[in-house]
C-alpha cells in the first residue's frame, strides 16, 4: 500500500500537545475530512482514512466544520455498492 510522510519537527509536535500517533491520527482526520468535502473522496474512502468508522467519521466533520450534506450522488453510489 503506498504510504505518504508528512515530515514535521518537534516543535510542532511540543505545540500541539500530542504524542506522535495522536498528531499523526489528526493528520489522517483532516485530510479525510477536506478530501470529502472536497467531493475528491467518498465518506466511506474518506473514514477510512481517517482509520474511523463512517459513523465516527460523520460525527468527527461537525466540529471541523464540514457538512454531512457534502454527501452527494457518488456517495450514494459507494454506500449502495459497499453494502
Do not use: C, W
Not at 26 to 41: D, M, N, T, V
Request: charged content about 25%.
Amino acid at each position: 500500500m503506498p504510504t505518504a510522510h508528512i515530515p514535521y519537527d518537534d516543535r510542532l509536535l511540543l505545540a500541539s500537545g500530542r504524542s506522535p500517533a495522536e498528531l499523526e491520527q489528526e493528520f489522517r482526520l483532516l485530510l479525510g475530512a477536506k478530501l470529502y468535502e472536497l467531493g475528491r473522496l467518498s465518506l466511506g474512502q474518506a473514514a477510512a482514512l481517517a482509520g474511523r468508522s463512517k459513523a465516527e467519521f460523520a460525527l468527527d466533520l461537525a466540529p471541523l466544520g464540514v457538512s454531512i450534506l457534502n454527501f452527494g450522488i457518488e456517495d450514494l453510489k459507494h454506500e449502495i455498492h459497499d453494502s
